[in-house]
């Protein structure tokens, strides 16, 4: 739950009174959001799924214990990875959600046009 959480903040959204897979999918609950930050909020509810997954398999069958900080390290691994596939590297403006940032992602989509200076 708390990684969840921590991903609605990145998005600048607010967690609902009851927290559901199907209200964090739902398209009225990310309304708010521009198309660039819909398809990232895909690939995190996607990616998060996965790596639950993942740390819940190394749990059952490694016998290792659970440690947050390296579920959320992955977790921001895994999604860096496949948000580069839709997006550009960059810096994002102040103006773009946070998760941007912490991604290292701009939120021009990778298909965008290349924007070159002319003197």
Request: charged share 10%; net charge positive; proline share 6%.
């Amino acid at each position: 739950m708390t990684l969840w959480i921590w991903c609605l903040n990145m998005f600048r959204l607010q967690a609902p009174p009851q927290l559901t897979l199907h209200v964090l999918i739902s398209s009225v609950y990310t309304s708010t959001l521009k198309s660039s930050g819909k398809l990232l909020w895909r690939l995190v509810f996607c990616n998060l799924l996965w790596c639950l997954w993942v740390e819940r398999n190394r749990l059952r069958f490694d016998g290792t214990s659970f440690n947050f900080q390296r579920l959320k390290q992955f977790f921001i691994l895994a999604l860096r990875n496949s948000a580069a596939l839709s997006f550009k590297p960059g810096i994002a403006s102040q103006s773009t959600l946070p998760i941007f940032t912490v991604l290292g992602l701009s939120p021009l989509s990778a298909r965008a046009p290349i924007y070159i200076p002319v003197h």
